[in-house]
T-cell receptor
Framework: NAGVTQTPKFRVLKTGQSMTLLCAQD?????MYWYRQDPGMGLRLIHY???????AKGEVPDGYNVSRLKKQNFLLGLESAAPSQTSVYFC????????????FGPGTRLLVL | ELKVEQNPLFLSMQEGKNYTIYCNYS?????LYWYRQDPGKSLESLFV?????AVKQEGRLMASLDTKARLSTLHITAAVHDLSATYFC???????????????FGKGTKLSVKP
């Protein structure tokens, strides 16, 4: 099992450009999450999904959109990147059953100039 | 709004010493998670604490949960250099009555163990 994978690993964008981050999991998990991590901060939830075709806002959703067209994939989009979106983005998944922890991907480093 | 506070945020300790990291949270929750993050790496699950009084141990690390005090501790016994990392606690925050809530993370405790 690959677990949770993310592509790309690193990306540089100019202000105003758009991009999509891809998260894939092979554990048949129902729940998937996108977080951002900034220096000196913990992880903050951007959006999450409790199943195929569903998405919901987290703590810091502004400037991001998501889609969950297939159970194993969760996409995070930036329509018009801003320097404030420079961060490390982590995807996570969990089974949705009570008590289980979340499993995290390796992260995507995004720099917006 | 659920707030999660860890202290200390930075901890430098000598090998062989003991220390405790504290995680306080502001509203009712009976599920708490501890994660470890090495520099430039992802998060690795350490402990899942699911009820008041829960205690879990793995090697030199022991975690406990007191839901009445809204406090979890991560105790390090006889620290070794390999434990150097950032440790995060995360509290389950239920929304919409779902079966699994979202996690609210503390800011992390950066631990450095020196010879």
């Amino acid at each position: 099992n690959a677990g949770v994978t993310q592509t790309p690993k690193f990306r540089v964008l100019k202000t105003g450009q758009s991009m999509t981050l891809l998260c894939a999991q092979d554990m048949n998990h129902e729940y998937m999450y996108w977080y951002r991590q900034d220096p000196g901060m913990g992880l903050r939830l951007i959006h999450y999904s409790v199943g195929e075709g569903t998405t919901a806002k987290g703590e810091v959703p502004d400037g991001y959109n998501v889609s969950r067209l297939k159970k194993q994939n969760f996409l995070l989009g930036l329509e018009s990147a801003a320097p404030s979106q420079t961060s490390v983005y982590f995807c996570a998944s969990s089974s949705g059953y009570n008590q289980e922890t979340q499993y995290f991907g390796p992260g995507t480093r995004l720099l917006v100039l | 709004e659920l707030k999660v506070e860890q202290n200390p945020l930075f901890l430098s300790m000598q090998e062989g010493k003991n220390y405790t990291i504290y995680c306080n949270y502001s509203t009712t929750s009976d599920r708490l998670y501890w994660y470890r993050q090495d520099p430039g790496k992802s998060l690795e699950s350490l402990f899942v604490l699911l009820s008041n009084g829960a205690v879990k141990q793995e090697g030199r690390l022991m975690a406990s949960l007191d839901t009445k005090a809204r406090l979890s501790t991560l105790h390090i016994t006889a620290a070794v250099h390999d434990l150097s990392a950032t440790y995060f606690c995360a509290v389950d925050y239920r929304v919409y009555g779902g079966s699994q809530g979202n996690l609210i993370f503390g800011k992390g405790t950066k631990l450095s163990v020196k010879p």
